[in-house]
Structure formats: C-alpha cells, structure tokens
Nanobody, 117 residues
Framework: QVQLVESGGGLVQAGGSLRLSCTGS????????VGWYRQLPGQQRELVAS???????NYADSLKGRFTISRDDAKNTVYLQMNSLKPEDTAVYYC???????????WGQGTQVTVSS
C-alpha cells in the first residue's frame, strides 16, 4: 500500500520561505514520477512541479525561479522549497506520485500553506 505523508506547511509572511516534505512508503520515488500540486481557494488543483526519475524537473511557468523540487533518494522523500512567497501562494499543497507524470495515482493528504501580507 502506497502512502505519502506531507509536512512543512504553515503560516509565513510574504517574502518568506517554506520547505515542504513528502515521504513515501510502498513506492520508490527515484523510479517514479513525483510532484507537488496545489489547490487555491475556490480553484482547481494545479501543478506546481514534478519530476520523473533523474529527468529535468517540470515547473508551472508562473512559479519558475521561486519554487524548487528536489529529492533525497536515501530518505525516499521529495521536497518543495518555496521562496519569496506571496499571499497568492496560499493554498493546500499536495504531494503526488505515480508511474508517469500524467498518471499521478497516489496522493498525500495535503498541507496548508498560508502566506500573510
């Protein structure tokens, strides 16, 4: 059974940084597609960043340069470093994984990120 457990969300002031973590069990991140998605209030879930294996990560165009996805294979953990946060980044952030970037079949429970102005 695959389980993804996120942590690291919280409240931060605009301009600040947060790092989200997602640890997987029952799945090997280094040979899977893993990614971060977010759901802003009243909106559909959207891609933040994703990576498959050792390929170049893919980012939402609007977030390039501020957000960075990385992975620690020894810990089977994927991270999302978020810098220069803005109030419009306030959302529930989800970790996802699956056999392909277009087939993220496993999801975490989500972690709330709130950016105050």
């Amino acid at each position: 059974q695959v389980q993804l457990v996120e942590s690291g969300g919280g409240l931060v002031q605009a301009g600040g940084s947060l790092r989200l973590s997602c640890t997987g069990s029952g799945i090997i991140f280094s040979i899977s597609a893993v990614g971060w998605y977010r759901q802003l209030p009243g909106q559909q879930r959207e891609l933040v960043a994703s990576v498959f294996g050792y390929n170049i990560p893919n980012y939402a165009d609007s977030l390039k340069g501020r957000f960075t996805i990385s992975r620690d294979d020894a810990k089977n953990t994927v991270y999302l470093q978020m810098n220069s946060l803005k109030p419009e980044d306030t959302a529930v952030y989800y970790c996802a994984a699956g056999p392909h970037i277009w087939s993220m079949v496993h999801w975490g429970q989500g972690t709330q990120v709130t950016v105050s102005s």
